[in-house]
């Protein structure tokens, strides 16, 4: 267990739809990143907060966004879904610059 | 840019070691990792090496880092069934900004008994 923890498990909506991704990171840990695993793309980095504060963008679409909440805990917002928005979603979290742990993932598909 | 590469596939038999290859391009990475990734399952940490050590070895799993050729290795020892997953090799450059890290495609290993 890496104690990040991530909800929900599994998501299935409809094209055009709006979905929330929920993420609390490993106690202690400031930093929290967001990435997407698909079969074409491989694991992708979205974006990293820090303490609240946007920290790194990645190949996030502008359909997409993510907040960091006082208490650490992160959100991912996916709206107007596509067929290609299905995929594994994970957060990740870390404390310093060195070890990374990442939740179990929230799968989403998208019919 | 920023490139992890790594070979697709690998097959084994049980007990024998394994060797799983990662060649990344950013010299300046300065952290690099494994991560093992189950059927279904979410990516858990095996271990992670700084860019000056050349060797880590934690029970089983023995990481090499060639900085020089840029080229990164994770044995596994007396390899088990247990043992087959996808194996991601990934790096963290070091001249971003953020902790971001960049990975490789993957290496999924099948151990046959």
């Not at chain 1, 006082?70 to 067929?83: V, Y």
């Amino acid at each position: 267990d890496s104690g990040v923890t991530q909800t929900p498990k599994h998501l299935i909506t409809a094209t055009g739809q709006r979905v929330t991704l929920r993420c609390s990171p490993r106690s202690g840990d400031l930093s929290v990143y967001w990435y997407q695993q698909s079969l074409d793309q491989g694991l992708q980095f979205l974006i990293q907060y820090y303490n609240g504060e946007e920290r790194a963008k990645g190949n996030i679409l502008e359909r997409f966004s993510a907040q960091q909440f006082p208490d650490l805990h992160s959100e991912l917002n996916l709206s107007s879904l596509e067929l290609g928005d299905s995929a594994l979603y994970f957060c990740a979290s870390s404390v310093g610059s060195s070890r990374v742990d990442f939740g179990p993932g929230t799968r989403l598909t998208v019919l | 840019g920023e490139d992890v590469e790594q070979s697709l596939f690998l097959s084994v038999r049980e007990g024998d070691s394994s060797v799983i290859n990662c060649t990344y391009t950013d010299s300046s990475s300065t952290y690099l990792y494994w991560y093992k990734q189950e059927p279904g399952a979410g990516l858990q940490l095996l271990t992670y090496i700084f860019s000056n050590m050349d060797m880590k070895q934690d029970q089983r799993l023995t990481v090499l880092l060639n900085k020089k050729d840029k080229h990164l290795s994770l044995r596994i020892a007396d390899t088990q069934t247990g043992d087959s997953a996808i194996y991601f090799c990934a790096e963290r450059p070091g001249n971003n900004a953020g902790n971001m890290l960049t990975f490789g495609g993957g290496t999924r290993l099948m151990v046959k008994p």
